[in-house]
């Protein structure tokens, strides 16, 4: 069974960088074709795709946030960790970690955490 | 960047009522689209891969179709259940667009 968890802080000041881990169970990154995600949702909007890291360390980021996001893995301790420089209160959302496999679809997904930017 | 239009943004329907659902990519992505369901306070789940591969689980009254630039999701017989909001998703290229939703209201 797949589970993946987010934790990081739930409160950030504007220009603060943001760093998120998604910890991880059920897979492993030494496959071949794996992958986690990492989608966010404002409070009352649609889900924004941000970044994706595969199993070989290639990386794809959302054109629209690319400046500002570096996403890692850390292979033995089954982690996914995203960075968010220059945290402005339009950030405020829910950050989801998600699998994907060969077939690029997200699932599962964690049960999100909520992320707060305010001064 | 491929851009996803989903419509209706909002539907009102009644258990038992036949829906669908609409979502087109600004260029073609083959069958590379999948359907995901959010019920308020959760994470996403997913429905449908690959355009109308029904994930494990699904019930058999989710359907979805279509390729290149256009697809629909329909649910044949609406249970209490599935009032939801439903977002597609892109997996063709380098950016993995979302749709901005169709929120499944009770009429």
């Keep these: 069974q797949i589970t993946?968890?987010?934790?990081?802080?739930?409160?950030?000041?504007?220009?603060?960088?943001?760093?998120l881990t998604c910890t991880f169970s059920g897979f492993s990154f030494s496959a071949s074709g794996v992958?986690?995600?990492?989608?966010?949702?404002?409070?009352?909007?649609?889900?924004?795709?941000?970044?994706?890291?595969?199993?070989?360390?290639?990386?794809?980021?959302?054109?629209?946030?690319?400046?500002?996001?570096?996403i890692t893995k850390d292979t033995s301790k089954n982690?996914?960790?995203?960075?968010?420089t220059n945290m402005d209160p339009v950030d405020t959302a829910t950050y989801y970690c998600a699998h994907s496999g060969v077939g690029g679809w997200f699932d599962p997904w964690g049960?999100?955490?909520?992320?707060t930017v305010s001064s | 960047?491929?851009?996803?239009?989903?419509?209706?943004?909002?539907?009102?329907?009644?258990?038992?009522?036949?829906?669908?659902?609409?979502?087109?990519?600004?260029?073609s992505i083959d069958s590379w689209l999948a359907w995901y369901q959010?019920?308020?306070?959760?994470?996403?789940?997913?429905l449908i891969y690959k355009a109308s591969s029904l994930d494990s689980g699904v019930p058999s009254r989710f359907n979805g179709s279509g390729s290149g630039t256009e697809?629909?999701?329909?649910?044949?017989?609406?249970?209490?259940?599935d009032f939801a909001t439903y977002y597609c998703q892109q997996f063709n290229s380098y950016s993995k667009t979302f749709g901005q939703g169709t929120k499944v209201e009770i009429k």
């Design chain 1, 35 to 70: 992958s986690v995600g990492w989608i966010r949702q404002p409070p009352g909007k649609a889900l924004e795709w941000l970044a994706l890291i595969y199993w070989d360390d290639d990386k794809l980021y959302s054109p629209s946030l690319k400046s500002r996001l570096t």
């Design chain 1, 111 to 115: 049960q999100g955490t909520l992320v």
């Design chain 2, 71 to 81: 697809f629909t999701l329909t649910i044949s017989s609406l249970q209490p259940d």
């Design chain 2, 38 to 46: 959010q019920k308020p306070g959760k994470a996403p789940k997913l």
């Design chain 1, 4 to 19: 993946l968890k987010e934790s990081g802080p739930t409160l950030v000041k504007p220009t603060q960088t943001l760093t």
């Design chain 1, 79 to 84: 982690r996914v960790v995203l960075t968010m």
């Design chain 2, 1 to 27: 960047d491929i851009q996803m239009t989903q419509s209706p943004s909002t539907l009102s329907a009644s258990v038992g009522d036949r829906v669908t659902i609409t979502c087109r990519a600004s260029q």
